[in-house]
Nanobody, 125 residues
Framework: QLQLVESGGGLVQPEGSLRLSCVVSGGSLDDHAIGWFRQAPGKEREAVSCISSTGRNTYYLNSVRGRFTISRDKDKNTVYLQMDSVRRQDTGIYYC??????????????????WGQGTQVTVSS
């Protein structure tokens, strides 16, 4: 059974940076696509970014493309989300999730069955 644990959330000022980490246990990054999702207060959860099991393919939500970067460290079985030039609209609970397959869609990250507990990100001055 896959387990995912997020960390790195907190309070950050607009235009600041934050790096989220997702440690995966019970499985290998070579077998699973991993995604970052977020849910803002009063809004539906949305896919922010995901990375294929090979690490060669990535997806980004339009509003974060060019500001956020997803990456992974196979030795640490960890996936990161580097968040730069953050905006107040980036506030929310950020979740890490794993798919049962390694491929990702060009249009988004869908139906991931394994989820972490989430980490709060608050962008405020």
């Amino acid at each position: 059974q896959l387990q995912l644990v997020e960390s790195g959330g907190g309070l950050v000022q607009p235009e600041g940076s934050l790096r989220l980490s997702c440690v995966v246990s019970g499985g290998s990054l070579d077998d699973h696509a991993i995604g970052w999702f977020r849910q803002a207060p009063g809004k539906e959860r949305e896919a922010v970014s995901c990375i294929s099991s090979t690490g060669r393919n990535t997806y980004y939500l339009n509003s974060v493309r060019g500001r956020f970067t997803i990456s992974r460290d196979k030795d640490k079985n960890t996936v990161y989300l580097q968040m730069d030039s953050v905006r107040r609209q980036d506030t929310g609970i950020y979740y890490c999730a794993a798919d049962s397959v390694g491929a990702i869609s060009a249009t988004g990250c869908y139906d991931y069955p394994h989820w972490g507990q989430g980490t709060q990100v608050t962008v405020s001055s």
